[in-house]
C-alpha cells in the first residue's frame, strides 16, 4: 500500500528577479513500512522534497498525495492539521525547546491537543530509545545522540505513518549514527514508513531503496 | 535571620527559574505552559519589560487617585454649599432691602425648601473685660440650620444670643454668661458647633440675636437651602418667575454654579495627570513590543518546529500573547502594589483624611490602571505573535 506519493511534481522558486527550478516532475511512491533513503549533493533537490512531503511546501505542478488523499491544495490548516494527525519530523539539528524537559519536549506536537499532552506515550516513547532515565533532563544536560533519539520520539508521539528525517545522522560519530539508524530500522518494523535525506552513504546501508536525486531529476 | 537576610533569600528565590516553583498544568493551559517556560529564558528582560508597565501602571494608578482625593478633598470642604441659592436685594435698583411682601413670596416659589431671611450687622462683642468684633445676624429660625455644641439652639430665636465656635472661645464665653453686643447685654442660650465648610453665611465668627434685636424693617440676605443642587436650582428658577418678573428685586446666587466650575476643574487636572501616566505606559507598551519582537525573532526557528510538527498558527498566537499578558499581569500588579504603598506613604505625611484614601472611587483608579497595564501589555504583543504565527515553518526552518 502507498503511504504517500508525489506525481509529476515541480517546484518553482522566484529569487532574486530569475526563477530556479528546484525539482523537474519528480514521480516518487513510497510503500507503508518502506525505508527510502533519498540522496544527493547539495542544491540538488533533496530539502524541496523533504519540505513537500512533509507538506510544509506546495509544488508549483504535480500532486501530493497523502494515505489515499490528495493533499496538494490543502490550506494552511488542513496541512497542519495533516501534519500532527500523519507525519513525524526529525530535523538535522534536534530542534528541541530548551526550555522543556526531555519528556515535555516530546509531548510537544501534542501540548495544544484537545487530549492535552501525551505524557505516559512520551515516557514509553523515551524508554525505547534508551532515554528512560534522562526523562526530566533539559536538553543542554544531553549528549547529541541523546538529543536525536529524543527528536525521533518527538516524532513517533502521535502514531504517524509517516516519518520524514533530515539528515538524522548528520551531526553525530559513526558509532551513534548506526544506532540511531537500527531505531529508524525498528520503527519500519510497525508499518511506519520512514524517508530520510541525507549525504551519508551509511544510511542507504539501512534502506530498503534509495532514490537519486541530481538537479531536480531522478537519476 | 537578620532581615536583611531574609529579604535577600527572598530575592534569590524569585531568581530560580520558573519551573523550579511554577507547575502550569500543561494539560488545561496549554499556552500558559509554554509561555511560562519560555518567559523563563530570559529573566532579566522579562524583568525589565515587566518593571516598564509597573512603572506606567504606578503614574497612572498614583496621578489619578492624587487627583481624586484633592478633588474629594474640596467638594468636602465644599460641603452642601452647592444646594444653597443666597438672595440679596438688587443695590442696583437702587433696593437696600428684601420686605416682607417680596420674602412671602419667595416662601410660595421656594417649595420644601427651608427659607432663612438673615439681617446682618457688626458689632463688638464683650465679655468679662474683653472684646472681639463679629458679625451679628438677626435671625427668627435657626433650628433648621445650625446646631449647638453646648447648650440648644432654639426653633424660634425670641430672646438670647447664640454665639459662634470662634468667638466662643476667643472670649471663653459659656451657656448661661451674659455678653454685651453693642452695647445690649443678652445671655447665651448656645455655643454653635464649628463649622468647617466653607459657607456665604458662616457662624463661627457671628452672634445671632433674634431677628427684630438686629436692624430692619426687611432683610438683608435670604438663604435658600435645599437637599440636592437639582432642587436648588429649580427654587432659584421659581424665585426668578415669582419675584423677579417686573422689576429686578433681588439678585439671585446659586452656589452649585461654583462648585460645578470647581468640579469641571478637578476632572480636567484628573485627566491631565492620568494623560500624564499614560504616556508612560505607552513607553512601556513598546518595550513590551520590543522584548516580544526580540524574543520571537530568537525562536523563529523553535516556533517554526512548533508549526511543523502541527501547531496551529492560533495556539502559536495565544501562546505568545499570553507571554504578553503574563507580563502584564506581573508589571501592573507590582504598579497597584507600589501605588497603594505610595498612598499609605502619602497618608503618614500628607493632613488627608483616612476616609479619603479609602473612597472607592480610588479603588477604581486601580483597577482601571491595572486593566489598561494589561490591556497594553496584549496589545503590544499582538503584532509579535502575528508575526511569529504567520511565518510559513519552511522559511523558518530554512536558515
Known sequence: ?219 | MSRGQRILQRIRAFELPIERFVDIDAGRFPAVFMATRNLSRSQLRSALACLGICIGVLAIASLGIFGNVLSLGASDALGDIGNQVILTPNADAGIETIDDSTLTEIERAAGDTTVVPLRTSGGLIEYAGSSTAATIYGIAEPGGVYTASEGRVPDRHRQGALVGASVAEELDVRVGATITVDGDSYRVVAVLEEVETFSPVSPNDAVMLPEDDVGGPGYDQVTIEADSGAEAAAAASAIDTAVNSREEVVDIFELSAITDEINDFFSLLNSFLIGLGGISLVVAGVSILNVMLMSTVERREEIGVLRAVGVEKRDVMRMILVEAALLGVIGAAGGVIATIGIVALLYLVAPIELWILLHPTNAAYLLLAFAIGVAISVASGLYPARKAANERPVDALRS
Open chain 1, 1 to 219: 500500500m502507498t503511504a504517500i506519493e508525489l506525481r509529476g511534481v515541480t517546484k518553482r522558486y522566484e529569487t532574486g528577479g530569475h526563477t530556479v527550478e528546484a525539482l523537474k516532475g519528480v514521480d516518487l511512491a513510497v510503500d507503508a513500512g518502506e525505508f527510502l533513503s533519498i540522496i544527493g549533493p547539495s542544491g540538488s533537490g533533496k530539502s524541496t522534497m523533504l519540505n513537500l512531503l512533509g507538506l510544509l511546501d506546495a509544488p508549483t505542478e504535480g500532486e501530493v498525495w497523502l494515505d489515499g488523499i490528495d493533499a496538494t491544495r490543502f490550506s494552511d490548516s488542513e496541512a497542519t492539521t495533516a501534519r500532527r494527525e500523519h507525519i513525524g519530523f526529525i530535523f538535522q539539528d534536534f530542534y528541541l525547546i530548551p526550555t522543556l524537559t526531555a519528556l515535555e519536549n516530546v509531548t510537544v506536537p501534542t501540548v495544544f491537543s484537545p487530549g492535552g499532552p501525551a505524557r505516559d506515550r512520551a515516557a514509553a516513547l523515551l524508554e525505547n530509545v534508551g532515554l528512560a532515565d534522562r526523562l526530566h533532563h533539559a536538553p543542554n544536560e544531553l549528549s547529541g545522540g541523546q538529543k536525536q533519539r529524543v527528536a525521533i520520539a518527538r516524532s513517533l508521539i502521535n502514531e504517524p505513518n509517516v516519518v520524514l528525517a533530515d539528515e538524522p545522522t548528520g551531526n553525530l560519530d559513526r558509532e551513534i549514527g548506526e544506532r540511531i539508524l537500527e531505531t529508524l530500522r525498528e520503527i519500519t518494523g510497525q508499518g511506519v514508513t520512514v524517508i530520510a535525506v541525507t549525504h551519508d552513504e551509511q544510511v542507504n546501508e539501512y534502506a530498503d531503496r534509495v532514490f537519486a536525486l541530481l538537479d531536480g531529476v531522478e537519476q
